[in-house]
């Protein structure tokens, strides 16, 4: 069965950085996209960041461009999403998403930014 679990999340003052990880499993990774989505209290959930089957197409969210690198490891089944810059709207429950015809989700990971 499809399997992802994110890391990496935590409190994080403004201007700050993390990397989220998504370790994936239950399916041929290296055969599709992969999106990094998140969700703040109240709102909808939203994409940020989208990467290709084979990692040379990347995507995203203009509140994150030029902050936010996502990448993969398809060695390893993973998929990455290196945040600079971070400001207080940033704040969310970080969510790893497939689609392969039907959409699977993690757990999501929480990034609190605040002073």
């Known amino acids: 069965q499809v399997q992802l679990v994110e890391s990496g999340g935590g409190l994080v003052q403004p201007g700050g950085s993390l990397r989220l990880s998504c370790a994936a499993s239950?399916?041929?990774?290296?055969?599709?996209?992969m999106r990094w989505y998140r969700q703040a209290a109240g709102k909808e959930r939203e994409l940020v960041a989208t990467?290709?089957?084979?990692?040379?197409?990347?995507n995203y969210a203009d509140s994150v461009k030029g902050r936010f690198t996502i990448s993969r490891d398809n060695n390893k089944n993973m998929v990455f999403l290196q945040m600079n810059g971070l400001k207080p709207e940033d704040t969310a429950l970080y969510y790893c998403?497939?689609?392969?015809?039907?959409?699977?989700w993690g757990q999501g990971t929480q990034v609190t930014v605040s002073s």
């Open positions: 998403n497939v689609n392969r015809g039907v959409s699977y």
């Open positions: 239950g399916f041929t990774f290296s055969s599709y996209p």
């Open positions: 990467i290709g089957s084979t990692g040379s197409s990347m």
